[in-house]
């Protein structure tokens, strides 16, 4: 019975990890949007998401052996990073920024709608499964 409910939330639960992390690293090209040098960077949302719903054997490549028991544990939360991605830039710059801020901004909203929409499904299924259980 429980394995059906983490089922059912499952899907919206890793999307709004991966949203989150996606969230992270636009807000970071947008606050590097004047360093010199800086390429922009993203995340690949769909093949970020296969990979967390096939039980991401890739997810724990990042993470490193521990060969000692004084070594310390690393986190997991950045193996993501791995799957990060460069932009190509649709215009050169003098300073070597990639950073389009329009193209940032649009993802960057793009995306927080994607992450309200997921948020509001995970709701819809508890408060669902709060009126099945009161009956």
Do not use: C, W
Not at 4 to 20: C, E, K, P, Y
Not at 60 to 67: D, M, R, S, V
Not at 115 to 128: C, D, G, M, P
Request: proline residues 4%; without cysteine.
């Amino acid at each position: 019975m429980l394995n059906r409910l983490d089922d059912m939330l499952n899907f919206h639960t890793q999307a709004l990890r991966i949203r989150d992390q996606r969230q992270q690293v636009l807000a970071s090209n947008i606050a590097n949007a004047d360093t010199p040098n800086y390429k922009a960077r993203d995340l690949d949302f769909k093949a970020a998401l296969q990979v967390a719903l096939q039980g991401s054997p890739a997810a724990g490549a990042g993470a490193l052996a521990e060969t000692s028991p004084g070594h310390l544990a690393g986190n997991p939360g950045l193996a993501a990073e791995s799957g990060l991605l460069y932009r190509t830039p649709a215009q050169g710059s003098v300073d070597g920024n990639t950073v389009n801020m329009d193209a940032e901004r649009a993802a960057f909203a793009d995306n927080a709608i994607h992450y309200e929409f997921n948020l509001t499904r995970i709701n819809q299924q508890i408060k669902s499964m709060l009126a099945v259980i009161q009956g």
